[in-house]
C-alpha cells in the first residue's frame, strides 16, 4: 500500500490540461507495463514514458505494472467546448477570391503584338515587292551566240551546230517545226525557194518588200541556195550523231559562218509604212 502510493506521487505527465485527442505523455518512476482499457489509446512507449490518447470527456485512470508494484494515475481530461456552449456551428465565412495571375495575360498580349507586327511587317513587304522584270530573248541573238560558242575545239561541234540551226527555225517559223525530219525540213526550205522565184520581186511570202533579184544577174552575184548549205549543216550533225564513222571531212567554220546568214532569209522582213506606200 505505502509503494504503491510511493509511485502515485512520483508519477507525472504533461499536458496539465489535456483535452480530447491530445496525446498525453506519461513518466513512470519505473519501466511500467500500462493496462489497456477502452478508454484511452497506447500510442508509444519507451521506458518509462508512455504516451496515450483519449477522447472520452472524462477523467480517466490509467493503470500498469511496474517491478514494485502496480501504478495508477487519474489524469482528467478537459472539454474543448466553452461553458454552456450551445453547440451550434460557428457562421461560415466566405472565401476570400484569389488575384488572377498576370503571368499568362502578359505573354498572351506580347504574343498578340508579335503577331500584328508581323502581320503588318508582311503586308508592307508584299506591297513595295518589286516585279521581276521579264528578260525577252531575241531568237536572232541566241541563234547568233550559241553558233559563236561552238568555235575552237568544241566537242561534238556538227551536232551542236545542227541543234542550233534547228531550234532557231522552229523559233522563228512556225512551218519548219523542230518535230519535222532532216529530209523534211530541207523539202519545205526548197519549196520556199521554188516558190519566191515565181513571186513578183519586191515581195516575201509574208508580203514584206525585200530587194528584187534583177533579171540578167550573173550565177556568182545571185544569192546561193539555201537548201544546199543548210542541209550539209543539218547532215553533218545527224552523220557526227548516228554514224559509227562520225561526221565528214569538210571546212567547220567556213559553213559556220555561212551559218550565221541564216537569219537574213529564215525572218520575215517587216516593211516599212513608206515602202509598203511605194
Known amino acids: 500500500m505505502t509503494a504503491g502510493l510511493l509511485f502515485l506521487l512520483i508519477t507525472t505527465f504533461h499536458p496539465a490540461k489535456a483535452t480530447i485527442g491530445d496525446p498525453i505523455t506519461i513518466e513512470f518512476a519505473a ?17 518509462s514514458s508512455v504516451v496515450i490518447r483519449t477522447f ?15 501504478v495508477s494515475v487519474v489524469i482528467p481530461i478537459h472539454s474543448v467546448l466553452a461553458p454552456d456552449d450551445k453547440l451550434e456551428p460557428a457562421p461560415l465565412k466566405p472565401p476570400v477570391p484569389e488575384p488572377w495571375p498576370r503571368l499568362p495575360f502578359v505573354a498572351i498580349g506580347i504574343a498578340a503584338l508579335a503577331a500584328i507586327a508581323a502581320w503588318t511587317a508582311a503586308v508592307i513587304l508584299a506591297k513595295r515587292r518589286v ?27 556538227w551536232a551542236g551546230l545542227a ?3 534547228r531550234a532557231y527555225l522552229a523559233a522563228v517559223r512556225p512551218d519548219l ?13 526548197e519549196e520556199e ?22 533579171a540578167g544577174e550573173p550565177p556568182a ?24 564513222w562520225g561526221a565528214s571531212p569538210a571546212n567547220f567554220d567556213e559553213v559556220l559562218n555561212r551559218a550565221l546568214e541564216i537569219p537574213s532569209w529564215a525572218e520575215p522582213q517587216v516593211a516599212s509604212e513608206e515602202e509598203a506606200a511605194a
Not at 140 to 156: C, D, H, I, Q, T
Not at 224 to 240: C, H, K, M, N, P
Open 31 to 47: 519501466p511500467t507495463v500500462v493496462d489497456p482499457s477502452p478508454d484511452y489509446e497506447v500510442i508509444s512507449r519507451a521506458g
Open 56 to 70: 472520452v470527456p472524462h477523467s480517466i485512470t490509467v493503470t500498469g505494472r511496474a517491478a514494485d508494484g502496480p
Open 131 to 157: 516585279p521581276k522584270p521579264h528578260i525577252v530573248i531575241v531568237p536572232s541573238e541566241a541563234f547568233r551566240s550559241r553558233v559563236l560558242a561552238l568555235r575552237g575545239n568544241a566537242p561534238m561541234r
Open 163 to 165: 541543234d542550233a540551226v
Open 177 to 189: 517545226g523542230a518535230e519535222l525530219t532532216t529530209a523534211e525540213l530541207l523539202s519545205r526550205i
Open 193 to 214: 525557194e521554188q516558190a519566191e522565184r515565181w513571186r513578183p520581186a519586191g515581195w516575201t511570202a509574208a508580203g514584206s518588200a525585200v530587194p528584187p533579184v534583177l
Open 221 to 244: 552575184v545571185q544569192p546561193s541556195s539555201r537548201r544546199r548549205y543548210v542541209a550539209a549543216i543539218l547532215r553533218q550533225g545527224d552523220l557526227e550523231k548516228f554514224s559509227p
